[in-house]
């Protein structure tokens, strides 16, 4: 019988020093507020929706926190405003629910679990996935809720930026280290986990990039870009550069390379996020597990959070070739 495995990352890009912190306290916050559900602590008999709530569980976590680009703290388009997007999917009867273009509700990754799981359609967008949203149980939050200051300030500089003529086609998952400027803006967050029966399951959450336009989607909500789950091959999540990712189809190629290449989970990360970035231009980073269970971590961008769950202790990094730990310390069960 495999180990359930939890693997969480919190975004791609060029993260500064300062948000380092954060995106640590973060990432260890939603292992283990997730972790609960596959290992039997908090559940009954870890059931058959194991990996769902695993993967709810820490993508909601991170939507909560304003260190990642989802949820609270999403990153704004030109109109001042946060549209987000998620895709949540199961890899034994490969179901899935996307939402896109989706405004003022705390918790995206809910609304694509309700969507895939007593909806007749995979994919809904704009004013019917926030109809959805708020007819199956989310609150309706004021508008603005959900903007942080950096947020703003993340817009204000990328304003700054193409009024200075510079290129801003990468947007802000790009430019920050190379031009020394703070990172106001969080990550794209994304979770794969696998429970003890082998069940996988992926759930990818966002704001987009900062600048973007009105009505823009990005790789996030797209199957085989963002997510792709399959328990067969195996579960990825991606981030980094929305446009690049969903050229590439990212997700799908590293399961492909899995499946048809007999690459290790590591080695097909590694090789499709390098393949992509040489052939595309863009940057990006995915988690994956494989159906064995084993695990791949791999960006192109300057850092990417990840983080994981394996014998007692949460393993972690932002760096490349980066690996900290430190124990679990489950929180005390009621
Ligand atoms: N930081 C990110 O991962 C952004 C996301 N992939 C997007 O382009 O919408």
């Known amino acids: 019988m495999p180990r359930p495995v939890l693997l969480i990352h919190g975004g791609a890009g060029d993260i500064t020093d300062a948000r380092i912190a954060g995106k640590f306290k973060g990432i260890k916050e939603a292992l283990r507020a ?16 194991s990996a769902l709530d695993a993967v709810e569980a820490a993508v909601r976590s991170m939507e909560l926190d304003e260190a ?69 149980g989310s609150e309706r939050l004021p508008p603005g809720a959900l903007i942080t200051e950096s947020a703003r300030q993340a817009l204000r500089e990328f304003e700054q930026q193409q009024a200075a003529g510079k290129d801003t086609t990468f947007a802000r998952t790009e430019l920050d ?16 986990a ?3 029966h082998g069940h996988i399951v992926v759930g990818t959450s966002t704001g987009g990039i900062t ?70 231009g ?3 980073g995915a988690i994956v597990v494989d159906h064995n269970g084993e695990l791949g971590i791999s960006f192109t961008s300057s850092r990417m959070a990840w983080g994981y769950v394996k014998d007692g202790i949460i393993h972690y990094g932002i760096e490349h070739n980066e690996l900290l730990q430190e124990p679990f310390l489950a929180a005390p069960q009621p």
């Open 211 to 280: 600048g973007k336009w009105p009505g823009r989607i990005g790789d996030t909500p797209l199957l085989g870009c963002g997510t792709y789950a399959d328990d067969s091959v195996g579960g990825c999540s991606t981030t980094g550069h929305g446009e690049t990712i969903m050229r590439y189809n990212l997700a799908q190629r590293i399961l492909a390379a899995i499946q048809h290449k007999g690459l290790s989970a590591q080695a097909a990360a590694e090789q499709e996020c390098q393949l992509m970035t040489q052939r595309i």
């Open 34 to 49: 997730a972790w609960q559900h596959l290992d039997g602590y908090g559940d009954a008999d870890a059931g058959s929706d």
């Open 177 to 192: 280290a190379a031009q020394n400027r703070t990172d106001p803006n969080g990550d794209t967050v994304g979770a794969v």
């Open 68 to 136: 990642f680009n989802a949820g609270y703290g999403a990153c704004l388009n030109t109109d001042q405003e946060v549209e987000m997007e998620a895709s949540l999917m199961e890899g034994r009867h490969l179901r899935a629910g996307c939402v896109t273009l989706l405004r003022d509700v705390m918790h995206p990754i809910t609304v694509a679990r309700r969507l895939m799981e007593k909806q007749r359609h995979v994919f809904i967008g704009g004013p019917p996935a926030q109809q959805l949203a708020l007819s199956t």
């Open 194 to 196: 696998m429970d003890r």
């Open 282 to 284: 863009g940057t990006g």
